[in-house]
């Protein structure tokens, strides 16, 4: 067993964090164990999880029901290659998903995390129109977007800091103006016109542009935009990595535009949190496009966990989960103390912009701006003292906890929130 000092020290002799700056981040803090919206630490402390442990965590650490299905899987079939194979998890998974996803969106793609399940819609989006034998090579995203880490997902995102070092290795994308105050759709015709035949896909996260901002958009804009790729020949990707299952209200972002995308991009909380799991939805006639007799018109991408049996059957289990009259209303009493707690914030002249959508709630403070602010870092210590795990995005402050959050708990996270922002100068 290692000992709490021995962890630490093989930590920071061998350990290299995901978004860290070993020159001056905190030691990373030790953990032992979850349960519900609690994070609990080798030092007996507890945290108030209310970021979803980067939006993952759907319904509550160690969720039993989840952490079941796992365990029973595993004792039955871990693994085994996807390709030439299948098995009942994942055709359980395909069912549900299809089932629960917006309507059209027949066949699922499985693969590892958010970035690759972006990186398969962009592959399906550019190979589908090269196999009906049309020249479109380009795609078109929004200002702000953020899509992933990896050199495609990246390519699509908006550049800043986390693109820079890798600028001149990304593939050219037409950019349309941030969607909130942006003059999106005027932009999105002139492309049109301009590039006509050209464009292969518009990729967007639907109403709620998250790393980039938690900035929110109307669902108006993503009906119009819809309709006009649908008449222009271009691939609708939604990337619902982080909007998915319940967090902006009904189950898809989606939803609340009554769109159904040609690619429907999932992960984050698919499998509850639990394991890694990336999805991509198609429609059928994006499927039919690649089935052939001809394998050159196969689609050459997969994983050598595509598919994993106990990742499945965790995803099945968490939608099973979601079902429940229970979630449903678990999201609005979520969403309504939100707003409360906004309401009196909002009071404050430090406070810019409060904003809500279903489980996710956000606002801007007005010291300094971007991903690197200072005051993220200090907010984050701040609540970290009062037993609250956040990572605001630089001046963007949110909350965005596991739906089995007790009200008390959401309640001791705006508290961290309200006593930085009266101290703020
Ligand atoms: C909208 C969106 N797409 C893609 C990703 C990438 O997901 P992952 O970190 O699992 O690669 C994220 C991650 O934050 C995201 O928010």
Not at 32 to 45: C, F, M, Q, T
Not at 135 to 150: M, P
Not at 214 to 231: F, I, K, N, V
Not at 377 to 393: F, S
Request: glycine share 10%; hydrophobic share 45%.
């Amino acid at each position: 067993m290692t000992t709490t000092s021995s962890l630490r020290e093989l930590d920071r002799a061998h350990l290299w964090h995901p978004y860290t700056q070993h020159g001056l981040a905190p030691e990373a803090l030790p953990v032992v164990s979850g349960k519900g919206a609690l994070l609990e630490l080798e030092d007996g402390r507890t945290l108030v999880d209310a970021i979803s442990s980067w939006w993952v965590t759907l319904h509550g650490h160690a969720e039993p029901a989840i952490a079941r299905a796992i365990a029973e899987q595993a004792q039955r079939l871990e693994q085994v290659i996807f390709a030439g194979f299948t098995h009942a998890p994942a055709a359980e998974l395909a069912e549900g998903l299809v089932a629960a996803a917006p309507r059209g969106l027949t066949r699922l793609f499985l693969s590892d995390n958010g970035s690759t399940a972006v990186e398969v819609a962009l592959k399906m989006a550019l190979q589908f129109h090269q196999h009906r034998g049309e020249k479109r090579t380009v795609v078109a995203t929004l200002e702000g977007a953020y899509h992933g880490d990896t050199f495609g997902a990246m390519s699509v995102s908006g550049r800043g800091v986390f693109t820079a070092p890798f600028e001149p290795l990304l593939f050219e994308v037409a950019r349309l103006p941030e969607p909130v105050d942006g003059d999106v759709l005027g932009a999105f015709d002139r492309l049109l016109d301009a590039r006509k035949g050209e464009v292969a896909a518009l990729i967007v996260e639907p109403l709620l542009q998250a790393a980039g901002g938690m900035r929110m958009w109307r669902s108006e804009l993503l009906g119009a935009l819809s309709d006009r790729a649908r008449t222009a020949g271009v691939l609708l990707i939604a990337d619902e990595v982080a909007t998915g299952f319940g967090r902006t209200g009904p189950l898809w972002a989606c939803d609340h535009s009554a769109v159904t995308p040609d690619l429907l991009c999932l992960s984050k909380g698919i499998t509850g949190g639990f394991l890694p799991l990336g999805a991509t939805l198609a429609t059928e006639r994006i499927f039919e496009a690649f089935r052939s007799e001809d394998r050159l018109r196969t689609f050459f991408h997969g994983h050598s966990y595509t598919g994993n049996p106990l990742a499945c059957a965790a995803a099945v289990a968490s939608l099973e989960l979601l079902k429940a009259p229970a979630c449903m209303a678990a999201r609005d009493r979520i969403e309504a103390q939100h707003q409360r707690a906004l309401d009196r914030l909002s009071a404050s002249p430090h406070v810019r912009n409060p904003r809500v959508m279903g489980t996710v709630a956000a606002l801007d403070l007005d010291a300094g701006q971007g991903y690197l602010a200072r005051v993220g870092t200090e907010l984050a210590r701040h609540a970290r003292e009062r037993g609250v795990l956040l990572r605001p995005l630089g001046n963007v402050v949110y909350i965005m906890p596991p739906y089995g959050i007790t009200e008390a708990q959401l309640q001791q996270a705006w508290d961290a929130v309200g006593s930085f922002v009266e101290q703020l100068p």
